[in-house]
């Protein structure tokens, strides 16, 4: 009697597959208040990361290569609002793939094309900023829009290439229907090799550039601001010297915001997939996955709105000035009335 109650409690993502995943009971209450949840973080995202793209996109003045590769970045953050967030959330409080085996294969390649942006803008920005730090009388040479632009495109289009490819060569684990699982779940599983290979491809090796480019800065910097300080007049010294002091330790706490905040949310998730699912939960599986989602609703806080620009890109924005004639070729970094 016991076991014909519990065989009738329980639910299955599809009760006419007999192979069917067991989905998760929940409370109409506490699966609504997740949604809400979920859907305001997606909205917060794709909202934040949109002034973003409008604010670079619009104003003429900030069609710079840094700013192309705050934009690339943002377009990045906003489809992760737009498609991964939306989609993960159904399948976290539902518990079931409910979207089929083709899309199965769909999302987890705009999964690692994502992912692997991210990282690709990181290091694209690092390395903008130490050209500009290291060899400043040859930035504006070597480092052009036409060539930012190229990089990006490129950046994109071997990203997509790479995880197209990698799919397909294991397209027999994509599938909601495995051998090992059930039928209402999206997993993929790469071999040994492709597994290692895709560590260092998209993790290792992006991480290591990055920290090497920005330990590089961050000893240059303060080479320059020392040998700045030791020419300044010694009148002048102390005043100078202090606000150079401060300059610098403002632009190495920026970047180093910029690094920790990135690596801390996606840094977990990476070292989930080598150790494996066998070791760490579904749940700690899920919060570090939602984690680095998160960055990407954190990155147009740290990465725009330390810009003073944005602040009066974002007014002109929310005040419709943007639609004002010749709105495009207004000087956002002075102006502020107009």
């Keep these: ?155 994109w289009f071997l990203s997509t290439a790479y995880n197209t490819t990698v799919i397909t060569v294991n397209k027999y684990v994509i599938t909601s229907n495995t051998t090992d699982g059930c039928y209402g779940e999206c997993t993929f599983v790469m071999g040994f090799v492709w597994g290692v290979v895709d560590q260092i491809v998209t993790f290792l090796f992006p991480c290591a550039m990055i920290i090497i480019l920005y330990l590089k800065i961050f000893y240059v910097a303060q080479q320059q601001v020392k040998v700045i300080n030791s020419l300044v007049n010694r009148q002048r010294d102390v005043t100078l010297g202090s606000k150079r002091r401060k300059s610098d330790g403002k632009a190495a706490l920026t970047l180093g915001i910029i690094v920790a905040i990135h690596l801390l949310c996606y840094v977990p998730i990476y070292i989930f997939t080598l150790t494996g699912s066998k070791i760490i939960s579904a749940t700690t599986a899920n919060f570090l996955t939602w984690t680095m989602y998160v960055s990407s609703a954190v990155n147009p806080l740290v990465y725009a709105f330390f810009y003073s620009w944005f602040r009066r890109a974002l007014k002109h924005i929310l005040t419709l000035k943007i639609f004002r004639p010749a709105s495009t070729l207004v000087d956002i970094f002075t102006d502020y009335h107009s």
């Design 1 to 155: 009697m016991a076991n014909e109650t519990e065989d009738h409690e329980t639910q299955f993502c599809f009760p006419a597959v007999n192979s069917s995943c067991i989905k998760t009971k929940r409370s109409t209450l506490e699966s609504n208040v997740m949604y809400v949840f979920f859907s305001l973080l997606s909205v917060w995202t794709v909202f934040l990361n949109l002034l973003v793209i409008i604010s670079v996109s619009h104003f003429k003045k900030l069609h710079t290569p840094t700013n192309l590769l705050i934009l690339s970045l943002a377009v990045v953050d906003m489809l992760v609002g737009l498609i991964l967030m939306p989609v993960d959330a159904v399948k976290l409080i539902e518990t079931c793939w409910y979207f089929g085996d083709s899309f199965c294969g769909v999302f987890i390649i705009i999964l690692g094309m994502l992912l692997s942006m991210s990282f690709n803008n990181l290091i694209l920005i690092a390395i903008d900023r130490f050209v500009a730090v290291c060899y400043p009388l040859q930035y504006e040479r070597k480092i052009t829009t036409s060539k930012t632009l190229m990089s990006i495109c490129l950046c």
